[in-house]
């Protein structure tokens, strides 16, 4: 018992019954956490294997970087064996692995050396030994030899000038422009050091939506002040730009890309920026998208918008990323063949210094959708990936939806170009079509929470994507085993218990909200709750009911050659596949068919009984994870471990007004009665109908492009 006038924290301590980390831990070391081993051997073990450190570079001469090593190993063994290691710094000898990011780690015999293609290569050797010994992995003679499988891992953020992030849930834009360059927030340093821990070496901090104050001396030099923190963690920064900035900021008459004057323009901005930015990687451009200026507006195709960049940084080795997430209001036959037709003419007309980037899906990072036709389509240019770690269709960050399964649905997709077995993966590592250039790209899902992310368990999504980055071939279950024995350490029962709600959360996200192929049927602005109704937009292609087709014949948007035939764009292999009934998978079966409602399933069940009971069952997944998420009080600190139960209770209030909301809804057409599992809603349709969300900046996409 503790006296009744003792604060209960300290009577608490005095029982020994908790040490303060025990009881809270507000989640801002992500999964760079040092904390004591508790296993005595093992800590002995380690002590003894790692008693000498040798960091071997190609020029054995002291860095910032290697200054970054050297401090990661000190305060990580120190923190979870409590030695001091000896680290020497060495040149390396002839066995430098191949590639600059290359490292192998050796250890033998109470020495550990790790060996790098060059000083970053060795950070992330660094970071990998960390990584084992927080998993209390053996290292005893130890060998590993890794590299990155791209070479651009990118994080993009949509942060705006005046501190908002387009799509962001987790507080405000990271970086403090009124304070920068003079003053440099310490986190800054951290978020390098996460990225590196990871191996993700670029950054692009600003919102494709660009302002072209951005472009200016004042915002160049704060944008410098931030490479120079990131500099010794190898990531290098990248911006966005608006197309139009030769006219808004230089005053010239046009920005046609062919215009000498513009030519000239941005070839004098390249400069101005590579004087203060050496490393500067390059631009990531968004054109003529969503109301985004580009070079259609003077009549020129992508490639030529393209080129103009790239000529202006390839004297300095930048390249540029162009997206290829493009739509125009004029809709003809189906949005989600846009970007294909526009970009597919251009293949083999953009500089060697171009990538196009391409978004998972062809309509817009939909919980799930087919992978974009682009990828197999363009094989003479470089293609990258474009992730979205940020849920902005996923529940924000009040919702857990871990979204490796998702990323590795699109990378393992076979895109049967030109062969089987031409994976997304193998597309974008350049593996395919031979290509050196190679990129990957998250949006991030970052800000100034204090546990960077807005929930405890979102950081898995930035961890999930920095490692697939680096391996593609990684499975989910072992990137959530890693993260989560990093981040909440290596109890069984804790282990066990979050891997698995990690590993199912996303296909119980998709239950609740869009099943069976079902998509965009969010409500509008905020894209977090269920809109299924909404027709009045001013465009057709921004109405959930263009995309779910509900009528009293049946649900769901005919893709095949009998309707937009989007299907067309993808191989015959794949395609064959999803336009037959029988083989067409559930999870596409309403991206790609309209179907009548009582269409009989593989089940033996009707459509609208299936669609029905898939949203019943993911309510029955998030009740199921707030049951197993209570056993682990007492085993994790309070601080997370409540954040996370009111979390989960959120997201299963969330579950139902979707379910409740879209069946409602959808059962005006079907007119069939709801199968006997499926509970009473709590509300009528009307009642969801009036839903509004609270306006938030993360809710409202920036004013230059007025979006539903
Ligand atoms: O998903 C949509 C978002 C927009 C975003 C756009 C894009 C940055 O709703 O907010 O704008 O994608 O990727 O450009």
Known sequence: ????????????????????????????????????????????????????????????????????????????????????????????????????????????????????????????????????????????????????????????????????????????????????????????????????????????????????????????????????????????????????????????????????????????????????????????????????????????????????????????????????????????????KQAYTEFTPLDGKFRDNVVVQVKNGPIDFMPREPFHPLFGAMPKTPLALEVQITQEYNGGSSELCFLAPMWKEVLDADTFRPQPGSTVARVIDGGIDHHTLTVIAGVANTGTDRNWCGNQLAPANWYALGRLAWNPALTSAQIAEEWTRQTFGNDSRVVQTIVPMLLASREAVLNYSMPLGLHHIMATNHHQGPGPWVDSLSRADWNPTYYHRADAQGVGFDRTATGSNALGQYAPEVASRWADLATCPDEFLLWFHHLPWDYKMRSGKTLWAEIALHYQAGIDSVRGWEKSWSTLRGAIDDERFIATQKLLSRQEHEARIWRDACTQYFATFAKLPLPSEYEKPEHPLDFYRKLRAPFTAANTPSVSAPKP
């Open 1 to 336: 018992m503790t006296s009744p006038r003792l604060p209960v924290w300290l009577g608490a301590l005095a029982l020994g019954l908790f040490s303060f980390n025990a009881r809270a831990d507000d989640g801002y070391r992500l999964w760079l956490r040092y904390d004591r081993i508790a296993d005595e051997k093992l800590r002995a073990a380690y002590s003894a294997a790692t008693a000498k450190l040798v960091l071997a570079t190609p020029t054995g001469v002291d860095s910032s970087t290697v200054a970054a090593a050297h401090d990661e190993l000190t305060a990580a063994l120190r923190g979870l064996i409590g030695s001091e290691p000896t680290i020497t710094l060495t040149k390396s000898a002839t066995d430098v692995p191949p590639g600059a990011e290359a490292f192998a780690i050796q250890g033998r015999n109470g020495t550990v050396t790790i060996t790098g293609g060059s000083d970053i290569a060795v950070l992330y050797g660094a970071f990998a030994l960390v990584r084992r010994l927080q998993l209390n992995q053996p290292i005893d003679d130890l060998v590993v030899h890794d590299a990155p499988k791209i070479s651009r891992r990118m994080l993009n953020h949509w942060d705006n000038l005046n501190g908002t992030i387009e799509r962001g849930y987790a507080g405000r834009s990271l970086w403090q422009w009124d304070d920068l360059p003079g003053k440099i927030d310490p986190r800054y340093r951290d978020y390098a050091r996460a990225l590196a821990s990871l191996g993700l070496n670029g950054t692009v901090p600003i919102n494709v939506n660009s302002n072209i104050q951005f472009l200016t001396p004042g915002y160049l030099k704060k944008i410098a002040a931030l490479a120079d923190v990131f500099r010794p963690y190898g990531v290098r920064v990248f911006l966005t730009a608006r197309y139009s900035s030769p006219v808004e900021l230089g005053k010239l008459p046009n920005a046609d890309p062919l215009d000498p004057a513009v030519i000239k323009w941005w070839h004098d901005k390249a400069e101005e920026i590579y004087a203060l930015i050496p490393d500067f990687g390059g631009f990531l451009i968004k054109a003529n998208s969503e109301g985004q200026p580009g070079p259609q507006t003077y009549h020129r195709t992508h490639a030529d918008g393209a080129n103009l960049l790239a000529d202006a940084v390839a004297p300095h080795g930048g390249i540029v990323i162009w997206r290829a997430f493009v739509y125009d209001a004029d809709v003809k036959d189906d949005r989600a």
